[in-house]
């Protein structure tokens, strides 16, 4: 009996021995160097990381970790001690997103200024972070920390590129109490801040540092020294139930390109002291009305432009630059200029008042709704001014005398043009007007400006107005649907690439009195196999009919045939490219054929035999032959 109790002692104090030393068997303490005069201390069994010493702790990277990565299972907390003065690069880089997820929490003591880039990127289960003496922190040293929340760092003075990107768990920023300068894209994709308030100590601000943070339902702008331009600081931000934003009256000026593309930014409220709104400020937004305030003297391009929920301006009466008009219009105090007509209006028909005389840049661009417009009094149609309109069909210009630069360009259903002054279509003026299928509205135009119908698919049949004397650089460019030209006596010049790329272009009609065709005229149009060159042609640019673009610079087009009379222009460049092409003399009233190749001229590359060069020596001989009899 005594024996057997023994061994029952025995066993049960190797039991306790055992069990009590289960911690100490699992509780290990790892330690290494970070940094000159930095080490690091991990106890296993609490999960602490300690970093402590003096001076800066290394600067790691994506290829070379610090040693305690490779117990990173176990870091719960991570607390650096009064000394050390940074967090390296990439101390606890994370982007994969599977490491370190366990650690929730971050405590810097007051001796660590710098937080440097990528420190913490990734660390999703981190939710706090604890730094009151944090001056400065790197690009994106926080992004995808997709659960911290709360950020008690009341002395950062700098965030750099992305450094709080994608943080969805923050729900408030204390942090901008101190900063001056937000890097690009600093708190891109925060989603669940709903407030916020940018004080006037924020002097720089980079683009998109809050964009698609999509639960603001609020912004007070009171940054007051920024007036850059910025892009889109704000794009894609403002919850659906709608954003309101608020300038605080030490604000002069709303910088370009503020809230451009915020489709679900509602109310803008502008404080006593803004005297400028920068061009684009809110492009593209959803904002439905806008109170213009007593000190507003200028607002930049395209401020409104595309924003399709604004219904009306309404104006302070004792607003010395700008009125609104009685269809919610944006216009100069004199009513002579229509800045900007808000497009979120529905009415299909709109008659300029009889004061306006000018309409803006942009004035009514990416309308959606207005048909016809009657432009009245109005003399002056400045660039992109109905741009993207695409419901527009029907615009009468009585008195316009020139359009400037895109002025209808992309209105996709313009089909009637009615402008019995118009002299110039500025550059690409009807660009992309697909359903224009004619000229006559246009009675009075001379000079067709560059690029100006490129790309309208609606030409068919096209006759030149009789008073046109110089079409333009790839004024018809891409016209595919067009088949049939007529360009009359009155046009002295073709400019380059004036009717090049229409594919279907088959028949070209020019009448006597055209003297000029630029290069590469006809450039590009398959289906065209001949061409009269009238007498009156004096200069005929390289590869001007007849050619294709190639691998290998240009090649003839198969059968093509070019009719001309001896002794002219006409007959020079058919001569010198008869090895390429077919010609025919047309009569030979006018000369002998006694031009020879001109060596100097730009010989097109394309692929010759011995046959073609033959049959072409053989055709000329007959030519002189018929000449003589």
């Known amino acids: 009996m005594k024996r057997v109790l023994s061994v029952f002692l025995s066993l049960t104090i190797a039991f306790l021995i055992i069990t009590t030393s289960v911690p100490v068997a699992f509780a290990a303490q790892y330690t290494g160097a970070c940094g000159s005069g930095v080490v690091w201390n991990l106890d296993t069994f609490t999960g602490e990381l300690v970093i402590s ?150 002097t720089s601000l980079g683009e998109q540092a809050f964009a698609e943070c999509t639960g603001l339902t609020s912004v007070e702008f009171s940054a007051s020294d920024i007036t850059e331009r910025l892009y889109g600081v704000f794009s894609g931000s403002g919850a ?129 709704d207005l048909v016809s417009v009657n432009t009245k009094n109005v003399v002056t149609v400045n660039e992109y001014a109905f741009t993207l309109c695409s419901s527009l069909s029907d615009v009468t210009l009585p008195l316009v005398t020139s359009l400037k630069t895109y002025a209808f360009a992309d209105c996709n259903n313009l089909t009637d043009v009615s402008a019995s002054k118009l002299k110039v279509t500025g550059d690409y003026a009807f660009f992309g007007c697909d359903s224009l299928y004619d000229l006559s509205g246009f009675t009075a135009l001379t000079t067709i400006g560059n690029y100006s119908f490129s790309n309208a698919q609606g030409f068919e049949t096209l006759s030149i107005p009789s008073s046109v004397t110089s079409i333009g650089d790839y004024a018809f460019n891409n016209c595919d649907n067009l088949s049939t030209l007529v360009v009359p006596s009155s046009v002295a010049s073709i400019h380059e690439g004036a009717f090049a790329n229409c594919e279907n272009l088959s028949s070209v009609t020019l009448e006597e009195g055209v003297t000029t065709i630029y290069q590469y005229a006809f450039l590009n149009c398959p289906a065209l196999l001949s061409v009269t ?47 390429r092409l077919s010609y025919e003399i047309v009569t030979d009233s006018i000369g002998e054929d006694s031009y020879s190749p001109d060596t100097n001229e730009e010989q097109p590359v394309t692929d010759l035999n011995v046959f073609t060069l033959i049959f072409s020596l053989i055709e000329k001989l007959f030519a002189v032959i018929k000449n003589l009899i």
């Open 240 to 368: 659906e139930s709608g954003m309101n934003v608020t300038f605080g009256s030490n604000v002069t000026t709303v910088p370009a390109g503020l809230f451009e593309n915020c489709t679900n930014l509602n109310q803008v409220t502008f404080g006593n002291g803004i005297t400028e709104v920068g061009e684009y400020a809110f492009y593209a937004s959803g904002v439905r009305n806008v109170s213009v305030s007593p000190t507003v003297t200028q607002i930049g391009n395209h401020a409104f432009t595309l924003c399709n929920s604004l219904t009306a301006f309404t104006v302070d009466g004792s607003n010395t630059a700008f009125a609104a008009g009685d269809s919610g219009e944006l216009l100069n105090k004199t009513k002579t200029y229509i800045y900007r007509y808000p497009s979120g209006r529905t009415e299909t028909s709109y008659t300029c008042p009889n004061t306006v005389r000018f309409i803006d840049t942009g004035a009514f661009s990416g309308d959606d």
């Open 533 to 579: 060159i009238p007498a009156s042609v004096t200069q005929i640019g390289s590869v001007a009919f007849g050619y294709k673009q190639a691998s290998a610079g240009y090649a003839a087009i198969s059968g093509f045939k070019i009719y001309c009379y001896s002794g002219t222009e006409g007959y020079k460049y058919a001569y010198n490219h008869s090895s």
């Open 53 to 202: 010493g003096n001076g800066d702790m290394k600067d790691y990277t994506a290829d070379s970790m610090p040693s305690w990565s490779a117990h990173q299972n176990y870091i719960k907390n991570v607390t650096v001690e009064d000394g050390v003065t940074s967090v390296g690069a990439y101390a606890f880089y994370n982007i994969t997103g599977y490491k370190y997820l366990k650690m929730t929490s971050v405590n810097l003591s007051s001796s660590v200024t710098v937080i440097d880039e990528y420190a913490f990127r990734g660390c999703k289960s981190m939710t706090t972070v604890i730094g009151p003496n944090v001056e400065q922190i790197g690009d994106y040293a926080f992004r995808s920390c997709e659960n911290l929340s709360v950020l008690n760092l009341v002395s950062v003075v700098s965030v750099g590129n992305g450094a709080f990107s994608f943080c969805t768990g923050i729900t408030s920023l204390p942090i901008l109490l101190s900063l001056t300068t937000i890097g690009p894209s600093a708190f891109k994709g925060c989603s669940s801040l709903t407030e916020l308030v940018l004080p006037s100590n924020v």
